[in-house]
């Protein structure tokens, strides 16, 4: 399986298991996070805030990451974004635990965390492709995509109970220590000399938008992938702000639907590891399936529905956003890659700010069911409408190959 053949690799081997395991601690603080800001303030609009603060920063960010990634070692970028992240974790972790935390930190807390991992998504995945090969990418990608939605599917659980029998201060902690690993694996990494590109950093900048422009697949990608983090995959706001607010759960019941959702991720996760091949007109077919959940979350259902809706909702995001991955990563020439990828990511997690504040806002002024009933209706059109777009027929042909 061409998933699994990159495990050969023993750098990239120790590199996705120490990966995986910060992942484990960044789901359970995710979990935590949205969890904290419910219960300290009952309002779906402030967690939608917070939740915003996570993304805001990709949008200034991102896109000079993107051309350092081009520019520079990508270990030693990746290396300090990720102590960062071990830092701020740890610090709010102290703060809970003194019970000095309030909503103002936590803005602050997401504003930093958010910079952080601004740099670290475009640079890592640039990483990723030079650690495994390209040829080997798109069953790297699979692999960790199945290790960040295994993790989707076990952390938020272990979250709560932590949370139900520790304290919601351990979560964070657990977090901060969880990015041990990955920091030794990078410091071993032998760093690449900097990629031999030069220019100054607009025209740099400027030549990404350039191919993204002059790409039509990659360009129509783009814009699907950034009407689905408005309208569809807001579930860090949604699934708390619904749990609490609309089927009154406490901690666990909230941990579990979380669990929910990281399940069919995972299984979404398991299915493009199997094909291992880049399939654009899955990310039409993902973005239906999560907006069909959408619609039937604003039914009156029992909390036993719901939690068999969320695994559908968790295999349709995932398999729209791996597929939207894996199909730029295999068109864009190594050359620009730190950049294109700088550029989904501003996409992907940019709108994460406008998505997750237009969610929680929702459903606070309209009520949870009324609130995610029209955002279904708008991503149903969002994703009638790209279904009427030309999609290149040769370069989907490129990318499946």
Not at 381 to 396: E, Q
Request: charged residues 10%; hydrophobic residues 55%.
């Amino acid at each position: 399986m061409l998933a699994f053949r990159v495990l050969k690799n023993p750098l990239y081997r120790r590199f996705w298991i120490s990966l995986a395991i910060s992942q484990f601690g960044s789901w359970m603080q995710s979990a935590s996070l949205s969890w904290l800001v419910i219960t300290l303030t009952g309002s779906a609009e402030r967690l939608g805030l917070v939740i915003a603060c996570l993304f805001l920063p990709s949008l200034f960010i991102a896109l000079p990451a993107g051309v350092l990634a081009d520019r520079m070692a990508r270990r030693t970028l990746v290396f300090y974004a990720q102590a960062a992240m071990m830092i701020l974790a740890g610090g709010v972790a102290l703060l809970i635990l003194i019970h000095h935390i309030n909503f103002s930190l936590l803005v602050a807390f997401a504003l930093l965390f958010g910079s952080a991992n601004a740099v670290d998504i475009p640079v890592r995945q640039a990483l990723t492709v030079e650690l495994a090969g390209r040829e080997n990418y798109p069953g790297a990608i699979s692999l960790n995509s199945f290790a960040f939605n295994f993790n989707r599917l076990l952390a938020p659980a272990v979250a709560g109970l932590v949370i139900a029998s520790l304290g919601i201060g351990w979560a964070f902690l657990i977090n901060a220590l969880t990015f041990v690993p990955i920091l030794f694996v990078l410091f071993s990494i032998p760093p690449s000399p900097p990629q031999e590109v030069g220019g100054a950093p607009l025209h740099l900048l400027l030549d990404g938008f350039r191919y993204v422009r002059s790409t039509p697949l990659v360009r129509n990608v783009l814009l699907l992938v950034l009407w689905l983090g408005v309208f569809t995959i807001n579930f860090q706001t949604l699934i708390p702000a619904y749990s609490r607010l609309v089927l009154h759960l406490g901690a666990q019941g909230y941990g579990f639907l979380v669990s929910a959702l990281g399940l069919g991720a995972v299984l979404g996760a398991i299915l493009q590891a199997i094909t291992g091949r880049a399939r654009p007109a899955r990310i039409l077919l993902g973005g239906f399936i999560v907006t069909l959940v959408l619609l039937a979350l604003s039914l009156p259902l029992p909390y036993g529905m719901v939690a068999l809706a969320l695994p559908f909702a968790g295999f349709g995001m995932i398999t729209a956003l791996i597929s939207a991955n894996t199909t730029i990563q295999t068109l864009v020439p190594n050359r620009l890659r730190g950049r294109v990828m700088s550029i989904y990511a501003l996409v992907n997690q940019g709108t994460g700010p406008l998505g997750a504040y237009l969610t929680g806002l929702s459903i606070q002024l309209l009520g949870g069911r009324e609130g995610v009933f029209w955002l279904g209706l708008l991503s149903l059109a969002g994703i009638l409408l790209f279904g009427r777009l030309s999609w290149p027929r040769h370069l989907v042909a490129s990318a499946e190959d």
